[in-house]
């Protein structure tokens, strides 16, 4: 199953900039760009929110309504990595980040890297 660890969260003022990064590993018969990567979030009390996608080539890409024009998506696949750019951030943007891998059936998520947009 491959392992991914999200980095790059903390405290950012409104209308900063942030940028989260998700790094893959733990490869057998795949390879990083067999997977569609994704970004989810979570603030306290809500259900997972879906941010962002992008495809295996890192040529499509996708946002939710909420970031459309905020975020960027991009991935580097001789890296193994993925990133989240988050520009004029909001205080609805607060929450857990999560990284997400996904290949057919095969499907891996992080354990999330914080964001917390404070004043």
């Known amino acids: 199953q491959v392992h991914l660890v999200e980095s790059g969260g903390g405290v950012v003022q409104p209308g900063g900039s942030l940028t989260l990064s998700c790094a893959a590993s733990?490869?057998?018969?795949?390879?990083?760009?067999?997977?569609?990567m994704n970004w989810y979030r979570q603030a306290p009390g809500r259900q997972r929110e879906f941010v962002a996608a992008?495809?295996?080539?890192?040529?499509?890409?996708l946002y939710g309504d909420s970031v459309k024009g905020r975020f960027i998506i991009p991935r580097d696949n001789a890296k193994n990595e993925m990133y989240l750019r988050m520009n004029s951030l909001k205080f609805a943007d607060p929450g857990m980040y999560y990284c997400?891998?996904?290949?057919?059936?095969?499907?891996?998520w992080g354990r999330g890297t914080q964001v917390t947009v404070s004043s």
């Open positions: 733990g490869f057998t018969d795949f390879t990083f760009s067999d997977y569609a």
């Open positions: 997400n891998a996904v290949s057919g059936s095969r499907e891996s």
């Open positions: 992008i495809g295996r080539a890192g040529d499509n890409t």
